[in-house]
Every structure is written in C-alpha cells, then in structure tokens.
C-alpha cells in the first residue's frame, strides 16, 4: 500500500511540474511562434497579423534600466531604419515587472522612445505572458522569425555589448542575410548577454 501512495504521489507531483500550463515551453529554432497583442508606447495595440507583406520579423526584448539594453538603443533603432525598407518589422517588448522595476513602467518607456526617437513600436508585456513563450532570459535578446512566423534565429545583436564600433560579428544582421539568400543561418543560436528580467516569483 505504501509503494502504490508513493507511486501515485509521484505521478501526481510530475504531472503538475512537468505539464504546468503556465509554465510554456520557449521557443527553438524550427518553432512557430504565437501571434500577440500588445500596447506600444503610441497608444496602439500591435500583432504580428497586422504586417500581412512582412519579410520577416525583428523581435528584441529589451528595457529602459538595464545599462545592456541602453548600450544597445541606438543600434536597436539602426537595425529598424536599415531594415524596414527591405520588409522586416522590428518590434520590442519591455519584459520587466514595473513593480520590480519602476523605471520600466509605461509612462518611463513613453519619455524613453520619446527621448530616443524610436522608429519602432516600443510595447509592453502586460502580465508577461510573452517573454516566457520566447524563451527571452536577458535584456536584450533578439529572436529573427522569418513571414511565416518561423524562428530562425535566438541570442544577441552582435559581438560587442560595449562599443558599436568594435563590432566583429553582426549575429543579428547575419542571420538577416542568410533568410534573404534563403540559407540557414549559422549560427542560429548565440548567448544573450545583458540583464536579467525582472519577473515577479
């Protein structure tokens, strides 16, 4: 009687670690993501649907306090100018629990885009249901999907968080080039580094 309680309180305990449903599965190279709807700093919602002749899709989750994600702004706002007119949409999600975090709050990311000059849709994840689809871990980490909403690429925008200059590998734009050439992108996975996003437990 004892092995079958600890064998049904071992099923039971797998079932509710193991499959959790708000706990999902983020994203590999290979997956289709999930369309969202979210609020930009414009005061418009914003979907992956309402691009129907996009290319592809830039998505960069990213913040206003982290001093990665600062470091990574203008270079954030280059990508979307170079890359618009070719069809690719840039989007970036703040992830941060402004409770945790009071600089990233919607109001503080209106001033920022603001100050900044930000080309792109600026949106928040309300609830963070999208970060933990992704898989984001850091402030930035980019994810490059290509029209059908198929990931291609996951990690960093380049090789160098402290200097554009110095910039030896463009992992982002890289992976850009090989979906126009209709290559895979190698690599297709890179380390995000930057900040950890502040999540409530």
Do not use: W
């Amino acid at each position: 009687m004892k092995i079958l309680s600890g064998l049904l309180l071992f099923v039971s305990v797998f079932f509710m670690t193991g499959f959790a449903p708000d706990t999902p599965t983020p994203y590999k190279i290979g997956d289709k993501a999930t369309d969202f709807k979210l609020k930009s700093v414009d005061g418009k919602m914003y979907s992956l649907s309402d691009f129907k002749n996009a290319k592809g899709f830039i998505i960069v989750f990213t913040c206003n306090h982290c001093p990665f994600a600062k470091k990574y702004e203008d270079r954030i706002n280059d990508l979307a100018k170079k890359y618009k007119p070719q069809g690719y949409v840039l989007l970036a999600i703040n992830p941060s629990d402004p409770s945790l975090e009071p600089d990233d709050s919607f109001e503080s990311m209106k001033l920022r885009a603001k100050e900044k000059g930000f080309v792109f849709p600026y949106l928040v994840d309300e609830g963070q249901k999208i970060y933990p689809q992704y898989g984001a871990t850091k402030t930035p980490h980019a994810f490059l999907l290509d029209k059908n909403l198929v990931v291609k690429y996951i990690g960093a925008i380049d090789d160098n968080v402290d200097s554009a200059s110095e910039v030896k590998e463009k992992y982002l734009e890289n992976a850009i080039a090989a979906l126009e050439s209709g290559k895979t992108p190698s690599p297709e996975t890179t380390k995000a580094i930057g900040c950890s996003i502040k999540a409530k437990k």
